[in-house]
């Protein structure tokens, strides 16, 4: 279980935050939605000890992520910085890295296989050489091998083609544990529909609903009351409401098209 | 014990940049010591074996450490730019701080001592093959454990180093940080000319000269200015060997242990902060 608990990160003092007093809590499976440039890989990186907080906690099964060291199996992320150990292989990354953070190497090149990336490719490429989507494959494959007790995937679906997309949906269903998924994209709506959600704009955590939820609701500007979601975004109120006004949340597309609904 | 160490060491030998660091710079430095900076033949400049011989101290006393100080130069850069993944990995993997700074050292001193071996073998080889003299210092496995001891020095300045700026938060300062280590050889090198007198003691890796000068001649060095007592021009206070090891040990653990608490303290540098 993850929680946050009032979270601030600002990443230079003249810089304006990047997490705005973030309260969550993740168990089970999780889905974290919001633009690009709202936070979302930023909270992951809290949740990881690798960002410290201005202000605020990231706990992680109870505990203070800051105070934490050597909990095998406390937490798996994608999220590829953390990839980026030595000058070897993608192959050679996926032995060693599975052997440092008690994965199974055997379970992360099935996973990799499914989604294209053979042995004998991997042997060929530095995990930098690898195409964006590979790359993605590959750090996903590493983070679920490990079947940690809380898994982070960071935005897992991008670049990845349609099949590729509903198998990796399929399989993401099936993992134990608490699960946090972070993505742009509002077509997850539709398979993850019982997943708790959060919405994240502009470094501020909006939630939890359901995703079934948000997937049956519109998007209009202004303050609705019995909204089911209301959030700020550029300075602009927006509500997320059941009924026929405004446009439904899949039909963005992408959590980025917020801004244009916006404007004008 | 993880697999962390092998992977270190298979890294360390087949990365191309820590190589062309490591083993290209050193030879050139190598090869401008023995070609451009000494004089043809020692008959020519009127020197017989021992000041051959004393070239030969010199260069492994002085080109040595400079040039380890110039693989250091890469070896900071590394640790900044992969700390995500050391914090991580410390965190939620088998190794805990003090473990990965001790499986990373055991990682990397096959590559010191691959280093320090190839300084030693070329300034031998292009020795002879300049002056066609074969001159073996006194004590070579006290010249190689001296290179070695001057590679760990530097090792340990080089993780601090980056520790420290990452601490700090100093993330635009790896560039001028990471010169830190070439900045302490030169400190070193300027030994040659001028002595530290007792503050030797206190310096990192300046007594290791001492060191090697006295296993390569088998003579006891002064505590600076090895030029002015090479040349006999003048009189300097002899090192005091036992005092100059212990100095060196000192450091050594004194480094490692800031590692320890330094990566406890350190986060991790993102692609955001550096401004890549």
Known sequence: MLRAENLSVQYRWRQEPVLRGVNAEFEGRCLLLGPNGSGKTTLFRVFSGLTPPKTGKALIDGEDVTKIFGRVGALATNLPEVYNLFFLNAYDHVVAYSDILGGDPDRAFEFMERLGLMRDYLRKRKPWELSGGQRKAFTTGLALSVRARNTLLDEPFEQLDPAKKAWLAEKLSSVEGTLVVNTHETWVLKPFRDWVTYLIFEGRAYGPVKAGDLLESRLVKGRVEDAVITFEASGKVFSLVRGEEGSPLTELVTLDRVYEAGMG | ?276
């Not at chain 2, 070609?35 to 002085?62: C, D, L």
């Open chain 2, 1 to 276: 014990m993880s697999r962390y160490a092998y992977y270190k060491l298979k890294d360390m030998i087949t990365n191309v940049e820590a190589l062309a660091w490591g083993i290209g710079f050193i030879e050139f430095w190598v090869i401008m010591w023995i070609f451009v900076f000494s004089p043809s033949s020692p008959q020519e400049a009127g020197w017989g074996e021992a000041v051959v011989k004393g070239n030969i101290a010199m260069a492994y006393s002085f080109l040595g450490i400079l040039s380890m100080s110039s693989a250091a130069v890469g070896l900071t850069a590394g640790i900044y730019r992969s700390s995500f993944a050391r914090r991580f990995i410390t965190k939620f993997g088998r190794l805990g701080p003090a473990s990965l700074i001790a499986e990373d050292f055991a990682g990397s001193i096959a590559s010191i001592v691959l280093f320090a071996g190839v300084i030693f073998f070329s300034v031998e080889a292009l020795s002879y093959a300049r002056w066609g003299t074969l001159v073996v210092p006194e004590n070579p496995v006290g010249v190689l454990a001296d290179l070695v001891l001057a590679g760990i020095i530097l090792y340990w300045i080089a993780y601090d180093i980056a520790m420290a700026l990452i601490v700090a938060r100093r993330v635009r300062g790896v560039s001028g940080g990471s010169m830190l280590s070439l900045i302490v050889g030169f400190i070193v090198y300027a030994q040659l000319w001028v002595s530290f007198g007792k503050a030797a003691y206190a310096v990192p890796l300046a007594p290791v000269p001492a060191l090697l000068m006295y296993h390569s001649l088998g003579t006891y060095p002064p505590i600076g200015a090895y030029l002015l007592w090479l040349t006999g021009a003048g009189k300097v206070e002899a090192i005091d060997l036992r005092l100059a090891a212990l100095s060196s040990i000192l450091w050594v653990a004194a480094l490692a242990l800031i590692a320890v608490v330094l990566t406890r303290k350190g986060g991790a540098v993102s692609v955001e902060e550096l401004g890549m």
